[in-house]
C-alpha cells in the first residue's frame, strides 16, 4: 500500500543570494515558511512543484518538505527544515538575523 | 612560497574570466541549474542550507601574510567577518552572494589563490603536513612536490571528468601529520642510497566505506613519480566504477581487485606513460624548489624565552601545549588553536586572520600554514620572539592552550550549514570543549583527539579518532555513534563503533563518563586515551558508556 501523504510545502533557494525561499499561495517566493502555501493534496503537490520548476531563472532545487498547520502558518517537522527556515545554530546568522524565527 | 609565473596569473585571469561569464549566464537564464551546477564546483561554489559556500584551496596548508590578508578581505567584504578553515587545508565562506563570486575570485587571484578543483570529481587540493620545512624529522620538504601535483592536476584533460573525487596528501616526515593513509594516494618522501623518492600509499579514505590505505610501492624516484602517479590514476580512471558512486573511489577499486592486481596494471600503464615524460617535470620541479628555500634563520639569544617560561605559568601552558620542535633548535614551530573553548572549530575573524598575518610578518619570515586540524601555523620562529607573539594572541582570542587536547576537537560544518549533514557537529564539539574545561581537567586527561562528523561522508575524520562521533539521523532525531580507537598517524587504524548511538542531549554526559572510565583505567598519567584502549580493548570503555546494560546483565 502506498503510503498516505503527508501535507507538504514547496521549497528551494534564492539564485542570488541563496536564501531558503516558499512557495506561497498567490504565486510569489517568501523568506518566511508561516506565509508557504500548506498543500494537503498530492496531485496539486506535483503541479506546485512543476510551477516551481519552471522558474529556473530565479529560484534552485525545488522540491517537496514536509510540514505541519501551526498557529501562525505551516511549521517545519523535521529539525533540517526546522534549521532552514531559522539559520545555524553556532551564530545569529540566516533568517534569523532579520526576522526572529523561533526554533520549535 | 610558490611565486606564480605570467603563465600562472594569465591561466587563473582567463578561468575567473570565463566564470564570471558562466555566472552572467546562469542569471540571465541562459543556462539552467543542471548546466551550470558542474561549472561552479569546478570554480569551489556549492549551494548548502541557508547560502552558497565557496572552498577556497589552500595549496599544501602554505600561506603568506599577504594571502592572509586576502582571506580576511573576502571575510570582510563579502561575507560575514569570518572564514572556516576545514580539514583538508581549504577556506570556506559561508554567505557569498552569487553575484560577487567572481569578483571574490579575482581578489583571490590578485595574491595567487584560487577555487579551482575544491569540488568535483577531480584531483582535488593536494595537502601537506603542515609542519613541511620546519619539521625536525622531515626528511625533504614536501612542498615543491605538492605545487608540481597541483600544476600537473589542475585541468589535467585526463582526469577532469573521473569515476569521483581524487585525494591525495603528502609528507616528507615518517611521523605522519598528514594523514596519508586515509587519502586516495598518499605519499611519504623517503631517500634511498642519496636519491630522493616517495613511498606511495593507495586506496586509503575514510566515508561510508573507511579503509586504511595500502603500499602501492615501497619507493618510487622523483624521476618518475609524476610518471608513476599518471599511470595510478589513470588505471582508477579506467577500471573504477561508474555505476554507483558509492562504489567509484579508488579504495573500492583496490578492496575488489586487490592491491597485487592494481600494482601489476600501474606497472604495465606505467611503462606506456613514462616515455611521455622526457624531464620538463624534473626541470620544472628543480625550479618550484627554488621558491621553497628556507628562510635566512636568524640567529640570537633565548635568554627572553627562558625567563618568561620560567616567570609566567599562563606562557609556560601555552608552550608546553602549542610548541613543536623546529629543525633549527632555537626556532619553534608555534600552532594558533582556533579552537577556543565554546567557539566554532576553525572559525577565525576577518580581525583574527589579519593580526595572524601581521605576526607571521614580524615575526615568522611571512609564512603561515593551515593544518587540517583546523588551526594555523607559524612554522618559523626564533624563540626570543615567542613571549610578544603570545601576548598578541592573547588580546585577540587565540592563545588557546589545548593542541592535541580535547578541546582541540575537528568538526565538520554539519547540519548548522552543509546540505549532506544528517546532524549537527559544531554544537557538540562546542559543548565538550566548555565541558572539560569547566572541569578543569583537560591536561590532566592529555593527548586525545575527539573527531566529529555531521554524516556518513566523514569530512570530520571520525573514524581516525581516539573518539570519533558520527551524527545521524535516526526517525527525525539527531543521535550520535560513538568509535573509539582510531588513529590518522603513521599507525593508523579505522575507529570501532562502541555501540547504539546517543541523543544529541545524552553525547557530551556520554564522552564525559567515557573519559573518566580513562582516568581509571589508565596505567599512569603517561599513558595516554589510544594507549589505554590499545591495552586494554572495548570492554571497559563500552562498560562506561552503557551502564544500564552492565546492570541488566548483572
Same mark, same amino acid.
Given at each position: 500500500?502506498? +503510503?498516505?501523504?503527508?501535507? !507538504?510545502?514547496?521549497?528551494?533557494?534564492?539564485?542570488?543570494?541563496?536564501?531558503?525561499?516558499?512557495?506561497?499561495?498567490?504565486?510569489?517566493?517568501?523568506?518566511?515558511?508561516?506565509?508557504?502555501?500548506?498543500?494537503?493534496?498530492?496531485?496539486?503537490?506535483?503541479?506546485?512543484?512543476?510551477?516551481?520548476?519552471? /522558474?529556473?531563472?530565479?529560484?534552485?532545487?525545488?522540491?517537496?518538505?514536509?510540514?505541519?498547520?501551526?498557529?501562525?502558518?505551516?511549521?517545519?517537522?523535521?529539525?533540517?527544515?526546522?534549521?532552514?527556515?531559522?539559520?545555524?545554530?553556532?551564530?545569529?546568522?540566516?533568517?534569523?538575523?532579520?526576522?526572529?524565527?523561533?526554533?520549535? | 612560497?610558490?611565486?606564480?609565473?605570467?603563465?600562472?596569473?594569465?591561466?587563473?585571469?582567463? +578561468?575567473?574570466?570565463?566564470?564570471? #561569464?558562466?555566472?552572467?549566464?546562469?542569471?540571465?537564464?541562459?543556462?539552467?541549474?543542471?548546466?551550470?551546477?558542474?561549472?561552479?564546483?569546478?570554480?569551489?561554489?556549492?549551494?548548502?542550507?541557508?547560502?552558497?559556500?565557496?572552498?577556497?584551496?589552500?595549496?599544501?596548508?602554505?600561506?603568506?601574510?599577504? /594571502?592572509? +590578508?586576502?582571506?580576511?578581505?573576502?571575510?570582510?567584504?563579502?561575507? !560575514?567577518?569570518?572564514?572556516?578553515?576545514?580539514?583538508?587545508?581549504?577556506?570556506?565562506?559561508?554567505?557569498?552572494?552569487?553575484?560577487?563570486?567572481?569578483?571574490?575570485?579575482?581578489?583571490?587571484?590578485?595574491?595567487?589563490?584560487?577555487?579551482?578543483?575544491?569540488?568535483?570529481?577531480?584531483?582535488?587540493?593536494?595537502?601537506?603536513?603542515?609542519?613541511?620545512?620546519?619539521?625536525?624529522?622531515?626528511?625533504?620538504?614536501?612542498?615543491?612536490?605538492?605545487?608540481?601535483?597541483?600544476?600537473?592536476?589542475?585541468?589535467?584533460?585526463?582526469?577532469?571528468?573521473?569515476?569521483?573525487?581524487?585525494? @591525495?596528501?603528502?609528507?616528507?616526515?615518517?611521523?605522519?601529520?598528514?594523514?596519508?593513509?586515509?587519502?586516495?594516494?598518499?605519499?611519504?618522501?623517503?631517500?634511498?642510497?642519496?636519491?630522493?623518492?616517495?613511498?606511495?600509499?593507495?586506496?586509503?579514505?575514510?566515508?561510508?566505506? *573507511?579503509?586504511?590505505?595500502?603500499?602501492?610501492?615501497?619507493?618510487?624516484?622523483?624521476?618518475?613519480?609524476? #610518471?608513476?602517479?599518471?599511470?595510478?590514476?589513470?588505471?582508477?580512471? /579506467?577500471?573504477?566504477?561508474?555505476?554507483?558512486?558509492?562504489?567509484?573511489?579508488? !579504495?573500492?577499486?583496490?578492496?575488489?581487485?586487490?592491491?597485487?592486481?592494481?600494482?601489476?596494471?600501474?606497472?604495465?600503464?606505467?611503462? !606506456?606513460?613514462?616515455?611521455? &615524460?622526457?624531464?620538463?617535470?624534473?626541470?620544472?620541479?628543480?625550479?618550484?624548489?627554488?621558491?621553497?628555500?628556507?628562510? =635566512?634563520?636568524?640567529?640570537?639569544?633565548?635568554?627572553?624565552?627562558?625567563?618568561?617560561?620560567?616567570?609566567? *605559568?599562563? &606562557?609556560?601552558?601555552?608552550?608546553?601545549?602549542?610548541?613543536?620542535?623546529? %629543525?633549527?633548535?632555537?626556532?619553534?614551530?608555534?600552532?594558533?588553536?582556533?579552537?577556543?573553548?565554546?567557539?566554532?572549530?576553525?572559525?577565525?575573524?576577518?580581525?583574527?586572520?589579519?593580526?595572524?598575518?601581521?605576526?607571521?610578518?614580524?615575526?615568522?619570515?611571512?609564512?603561515?600554514?593551515?593544518?587540517?586540524?583546523?588551526?594555523?601555523?607559524?612554522?618559523?620562529?626564533?624563540? =626570543?620572539?615567542?613571549?610578544? @607573539?603570545?601576548? %598578541?594572541? %592573547?588580546?585577540?582570542?587565540?592563545?588557546?592552550?589545548?593542541?592535541?587536547?580535547?578541546?582541540?576537537?575537528?568538526?565538520?560544518?554539519?547540519?548548522?550549514?552543509?546540505?549532506?549533514?544528517?546532524?549537527?557537529?559544531?554544537?557538540?564539539?562546542?559543548?565538550?570543549?566548555?565541558?572539560?574545561?569547566?572541569? $578543569?581537567?583537560?591536561?590532566?586527561?592529555?593527548?586525545?583527539?575527539? $573527531?566529529?562528523?555531521?554524516? @556518513?561522508?566523514?569530512?570530520?575524520?571520525?573514524?581516525?579518532?581516539?573518539?570519533?562521533?558520527?551524527?545521524?539521523?535516526?526517525?527525525?532525531?539527531?543521535?550520535?555513534?560513538?568509535?573509539?580507537?582510531?588513529?590518522?598517524?603513521?599507525?593508523?587504524?579505522?575507529?570501532?563503533?562502541?555501540?547504539?548511538?546517543?541523543?544529541?542531549?545524552?553525547?557530551?554526559?556520554? @564522552?564525559?563518563?567515557?573519559?573518566?572510565?580513562?582516568?581509571?583505567?589508565?596505567?599512569?598519567?603517561?599513558?595516554?586515551?589510544?594507549?589505554?584502549?590499545?591495552?586494554?580493548?572495548?570492554?571497559?570503555?563500552?562498560?562506561?558508556?552503557?551502564?544500564?546494560?552492565?546492570?541488566?546483565?548483572?
Amino acid at each position: 500500500m502506498a +503510503r498516505a501523504f503527508t501535507p !507538504k510545502v514547496v521549497t528551494a533557494n534564492d539564485l542570488l543570494d541563496g536564501d531558503v525561499i516558499y512557495l506561497t499561495e498567490d504565486d510569489r517566493w517568501s523568506r518566511d515558511l508561516a506565509e508557504a502555501e500548506l498543500i494537503t493534496d498530492e496531485a496539486h503537490a506535483q503541479v506546485r512543484l512543476l510551477d516551481a520548476e519552471r /522558474q529556473a531563472a530565479k529560484i534552485v532545487g525545488a522540491y517537496l518538505a514536509d510540514a505541519v498547520a501551526g498557529e501562525h502558518g505551516p511549521e517545519p517537522t523535521h529539525f533540517r527544515e526546522d534549521f532552514r527556515r531559522t539559520g545555524p545554530s553556532n551564530y545569529a546568522h540566516g533568517k534569523q538575523e532579520s526576522s526572529p524565527q523561533p526554533r520549535v | 612560497m610558490y611565486r606564480y609565473s605570467e603563465f600562472d596569473k594569465a591561466f587563473l585571469a582567463e +578561468r575567473n574570466a570565463q566564470f564570471r #561569464a558562466q555566472v552572467e549566464r546562469r542569471i540571465d537564464g541562459s543556462l539552467t541549474e543542471d548546466e551550470f551546477k558542474p561549472l561552479r564546483l569546478m570554480n569551489g561554489l556549492y549551494l548548502q542550507l541557508h547560502a552558497y559556500m565557496l572552498r577556497v584551496a589552500i595549496p599544501y596548508g602554505t600561506l603568506s601574510s599577504d /594571502q592572509m +590578508r586576502q582571506l580576511a578581505l573576502l571575510a570582510e567584504k563579502w561575507d !560575514k567577518g569570518y572564514g572556516h578553515f576545514t580539514t583538508r587545508q581549504n577556506i570556506q565562506y559561508n554567505w557569498p552572494k552569487l553575484r560577487d563570486v567572481p569578483d571574490m575570485l579575482d581578489a583571490l587571484a590578485e595574491v595567487g589563490l584560487h577555487a579551482i578543483q575544491t569540488s568535483g570529481n577531480t584531483i582535488r587540493n593536494v595537502t601537506a603536513d603542515h609542519f613541511a620545512g620546519a619539521a625536525a624529522d622531515e626528511v625533504a620538504d614536501p612542498r615543491p612536490y605538492a605545487e608540481l601535483l597541483r600544476q600537473w592536476s589542475t585541468d589535467h584533460p585526463e582526469f577532469q571528468f573521473m569515476p569521483r573525487k581524487f585525494k @591525495i596528501a603528502i609528507t616528507g616526515s615518517e611521523n605522519d601529520r598528514a594523514v596519508i593513509k586515509a587519502h586516495d594516494i598518499g605519499l611519504q618522501l623517503v631517500e634511498r642510497d642519496g636519491v630522493l623518492g616517495a613511498r606511495v600509499i593507495v586506496g586509503g579514505g575514510l566515508g561510508r566505506t *573507511p579503509m586504511i590505505g595500502k603500499e602501492l610501492s615501497e619507493f618510487v624516484a622523483f624521476d618518475d613519480l609524476l #610518471a608513476y602517479l599518471e599511470a595510478t590514476v589513470s588505471v582508477w580512471n /579506467q577500471i573504477g566504477r561508474r555505476d554507483n558512486k558509492y562504489k567509484a573511489r579508488i !579504495k573500492i577499486t583496490v578492496h575488489e581487485h586487490g592491491i597485487d592486481a592494481i600494482r601489476a596494471k600501474v606497472n604495465e600503464r606505467f611503462l !606506456k606513460v613514462r616515455p611521455q &615524460f622526457k624531464g620538463a617535470d624534473m626541470a620544472l620541479l628543480d625550479e618550484i624548489k627554488g621558491h621553497f628555500a628556507p628562510p =635566512a634563520f636568524r640567529d640570537g639569544s633565548v635568554a627572553a624565552f627562558e625567563g618568561a617560561y620560567s616567570n609566567d *605559568p599562563v &606562557f609556560r601552558s601555552w608552550v608546553d601545549t602549542n610548541i613543536a620542535p623546529h %629543525k633549527k633548535a632555537d626556532h619553534a614551530i608555534v600552532t594558533i588553536s582556533i579552537k577556543k573553548h565554546g567557539h566554532t572549530p576553525g572559525d577565525a575573524t576577518a580581525e583574527q586572520m589579519q593580526v595572524m598575518a601581521d605576526l607571521a610578518q614580524e615575526f615568522a619570515y611571512d609564512e603561515l600554514r593551515i593544518s587540517h586540524e583546523q588551526n594555523v601555523i607559524l612554522p618559523h620562529v626564533h624563540k =626570543a620572539d615567542l613571549p610578544a @607573539i603570545h601576548a %598578541k594572541l %592573547k588580546e585577540h582570542g587565540l592563545a588557546t592552550a589545548n593542541i592535541g587536547l580535547i578541546s582541540d576537537i575537528i568538526a565538520c560544518p554539519g547540519m548548522d550549514y552543509c546540505a549532506l549533514a544528517t546532524a549537527r557537529s559544531i554544537p557538540v564539539a562546542e559543548q565538550i570543549a566548555t565541558r572539560f574545561d569547566e572541569l $578543569k581537567l583537560e591536561h590532566d586527561i592529555g593527548h586525545l583527539k575527539i $573527531k566529529i562528523s555531521g554524516c @556518513i561522508n566523514a569530512c570530520g575524520h571520525h573514524h581516525v579518532g581516539h573518539i570519533g562521533i558520527l551524527g545521524l539521523d535516526r526517525a527525525g532525531v539527531e543521535n550520535y555513534q560513538i568509535t573509539l580507537g582510531g588513529d590518522g598517524t603513521e599507525t593508523a587504524a579505522i575507529g570501532e563503533r562502541a555501540g547504539p548511538g546517543f541523543s544529541y542531549d545524552e553525547i557530551v554526559p556520554a @564522552i564525559e563518563r567515557l573519559i573518566y572510565a580513562y582516568l581509571d583505567l589508565r596505567s599512569d598519567a603517561d599513558e595516554t586515551f589510544l594507549q589505554t584502549y590499545r591495552r586494554l580493548g572495548m570492554a571497559p570503555f563500552k562498560a562506561a558508556l552503557y551502564p544500564e546494560a552492565q546492570a541488566n546483565a548483572a
